[in-house]
């Protein structure tokens, strides 16, 4: 049985920051000992961020982004095209693709990909908004186009040929991804000039 070596409160930060992605017991340990260390650079700036944070950020109802205004950033931008959705899994994705510079477009964020052995069904994604995005929308805001940019994976591609059934009986062009994502890659990991080449070569469904 292995002994305590720190007070609770640091077993206790360690504890939340190896249920971050990419973080283990011996990497949180890591971070947290050189929070501990950079007190005042790091721990009590990072702090008060979360804290911040936790009060501000708001999921955009209109797009699934997240922000601290509603509706979100993107959706309040005059200068995109309106006429575009863009179809993403998560909202790294749509932040991703941003850092990229490679749509002006507006997003939906799904929240997920269908897993039927995981229980993920339809319902528990935001398709049924995203159909009624695209049926509701006239004039500046008509939905003329939607670009399924989801990963490259089998729930993702069940994912976005579902969408396309959904939208068949719209007049709306359904188009997806197309050169430069592997198979099995995700978006967030992929580099700028890639999903740019991604978004420009995307083709129709």
């Known amino acids: 049985m292995s002994k305590r070596v720190a007070g609770p409160e640091i077993e206790k930060l360690i504890q939340l920051l190896s249920k971050l992605p990419g973080l283990g017991p011996r990497s949180a340990r ?100 995203l159909v009624d995005r695209v049926i509701s929308g006239t004039g500046d805001s008509e939905v003329r186009e939607v670009i399924i940019a989801v990963n490259a994976t089998v729930e993702g591609q069940t994912t976005a040929h579902y969408i396309a059934d959904q939208l068949a009986g719209t007049n709306v062009k359904v188009s997806r991804l197309a050169h430069g994502v592997p198979v099995g890659g995700e978006l967030d990991y992929l580099d700028e000039g890639t999903l740019s080449a991604a978004i420009r070569s995307r083709s129709v469904f």
Do not use: F, M
Not at 36 to 54: G, H, T
């Open 30 to 129: 890591r971070a947290a000992l050189h929070l501990i260390k950079k007190r005042d650079q790091l721990l009590a700036p990072l702090a008060a961020a979360a804290a911040d944070a936790c009060e501000k950020v708001v999921i955009c109802p209109v797009c699934g982004n997240a922000d601290t205004v509603d509706p979100c950033t993107v959706c309040r931008d005059p200068r995109r095209d309106r006429h575009i959705l863009l179809v993403v899994e998560d909202i790294s994705d749509l932040w991703a693709l941003e850092r990229a510079g490679a749509a002006n477009c507006l997003y939906h964020v799904l929240g997920g990909t269908l897993s039927p052995l995981d229980g993920i069904g339809p319902e528990d994604l935001n398709i049924r908004s």
